[in-house]
């Protein structure tokens, strides 16, 4: 295990530590909710659309990050997203209300585009074969964080005010963002006066090159939309089986824990193993945890459906990411990063809508209906994999050189618009997630650019808000 972690470039190991701060500080999106109802009298409705405008924005933020990144550089975006997000959550107690449905956007779209370029980092930083034990690492300290975080934000908020809360968490991003400039080498990441992006094909074009990465990014925006019903659905018909939210908030507390003690060494142990094959046997773990609800509602059946979802969680998303990473052409790493970020928080905006629709007219065909769209998802991508394993490539297909561009990403941070950091060194970086979504964390829960982990809270009001909540 300590040998695959030496693998990891140093800058990573300081980023991550960077990123531990930074979701120990990332309080606003796990209480933004209550705060718009309690403290400034929003209705439920009003909040909801003030989060959900959020939450959009955020997802969009995940998609777009990468094109700022590719072309100005993925250091350049961080800084600046950081810088944004930062003073958005700073400047919240002081909004007019008329301002709550617009600062929150652009702060939450900031955090989506550092979600990305943190992810592109990573992939441009770390040499392709170590890249699994890079994202995990990310995550790791991101969950670590955000185990802390939420208790903290709740002292915070008992001994002094939300206006304290944001104003923490607005600084504790704003330092965040000097630490990682001092981390990141700025080297190589200056253009000259009207260079425009690097040549090469476009990202459509290496994307039809590529048909398992298109595969993997389609089943990746299905498994969120079931993932994350943990954070919409799920405490809702735990209640309506007699099961309160102190007992949610275990089950969340047997998710994290689970996370921090095994993903690491599940991702050392299984780095030479082909990703395809562990990617799909971690969705069709997200399926039988839910599939197990189908059979009943009760403590032990809930236990059973996190710990089975939590370990589809850790066998799925750092592969996932990794293997985006390593089949992305040079010059468009940065896009091929914000797509994979930008499919794994959709479910921040759709779980809820969508699950609870089906909720609403069946409740008892939620689970079963997660479970076989899990399992589909699942078995597509064994069947992407085996199909790779067949023809003796890695993954579905093997990567084919682009016309005027390197075949691939390799050791070295190259391609312009890409951070480098000189011989020996290696940069990456942090972004909040989601909100998921990680949390997926700023804005969408916990991920985390991803280590992207969801946010959390005990009761179905701050879970329930959680599709547009600042952070993922």
Not at 237 to 265: C, M, Q, S, T
Request: hydrophobic share 45%; net charge positive.
């Amino acid at each position: 295990m300590l040998r695959g972690l030496r693998d990891v470039p140093r800058t990573v190991w300081l980023l991550a530590a960077g990123q531990f701060f930074n979701m120990v500080v990332a309080f606003t999106f796990v209480y933004f909710f209550v705060y718009l109802t309690h403290e400034r009298g929003l209705s439920v409705a009003q909040a909801g659309l003030v989060s959900g405008i959020g939450g959009a924005g955020q997802v969009a933020g995940n998609f777009t990050g990468g094109w700022f990144g590719d072309r100005y550089g993925h250091r350049r975006v961080l800084l600046v997203g950081s810088l944004l997000g930062g003073a958005g959550v700073l400047a919240l107690p002081v909004l007019p209300l008329a301002l709550l449905y617009v600062v929150p956007v652009l702060s939450q779209y900031a955090g989506g585009c550092v979600r990305a370029a943190n992810a592109a980092l990573v992939a441009v930083t770390v040499p392709e074969g170590t890249r699994r034990q890079g994202f995990a690492v990310m995550r790791f300290a991101a969950n670590a964080g955000f185990t802390v975080g939420p208790p903290l934000g709740a002292l915070v908020i008992a001994h002094f005010s939300y206006g304290v809360l944001f104003v923490v968490d607005g600084i504790g991003t704003l330092v965040f963002a000097g630490y990682a400039a001092r981390v990141l080498p700025a080297r190589g990441t200056r253009r000259t006066a009207g260079e425009g992006p690097p040549a090469g094909p476009g990202l459509w074009a290496c994307l039809r090159r590529r048909p398992s990465v298109m595969t993997l990014l389609a089943v990746i925006l299905v498994t969120d939309l079931v993932y994350r019903q943990q954070y919409s659905t799920l405490p809702t018909d735990l209640g309506r089986h007699g099961l309160d939210a102190g007992f949610y908030g275990w089950l969340l507390a047997v998710n994290g824990g689970l996370i921090l003690l095994l993903e690491l060494p599940v991702t050392l142990a299984l780095r030479g193993r082909r990703p395809l094959l562990i990617i799909g046997g971690g969705v069709l773990l997200v399926g039988a945890g839910y599939g197990v609800l189908a059979f009943g509602v009760g403590v032990g059946t809930a236990v059973a459906m996190m710990v089975l979802l939590t370990a589809g969680e850790i066998l799925y998303k750092t592969p996932a990411t990794a293997y985006v990473a390593d089949h992305a052409p040079a010059h468009v790493q940065g896009r091929f990063q914000s797509l994979y970020s930008g499919v794994s928080v959709s479910g921040v905006v759709l779980a809820a809508p969508l699950g609870g629709a089906l909720y609403t007219v069946a409740p008892g065909a939620l689970w079963p209906v997660c479970a076989v769209l899990a399992g589909v998802a699942g078995a597509v991508v064994l069947a992407a994999g085996r199909r790779g394993l067949a023809a003796g490539r890695r993954g579905e297909g093997e990567r084919r050189p682009e016309p005027g561009t390197e075949p691939g990403p390799g050791p070295a941070i190259r391609g312009a618009g890409r951070e480098s950091t000189g011989a020996g060194q290696e940069a990456t970086s942090a972004g909040r997630e989601t909100t998921g979504a990680g949390q997926e964390a700023t804005g969408a829960g916990r991920e985390t650019s991803g280590a992207d982990r969801e946010a959390t809270g005990v009761g179905r009001e701050v879970a329930g808000a959680r599709a547009g909540t600042p952070g993922a």
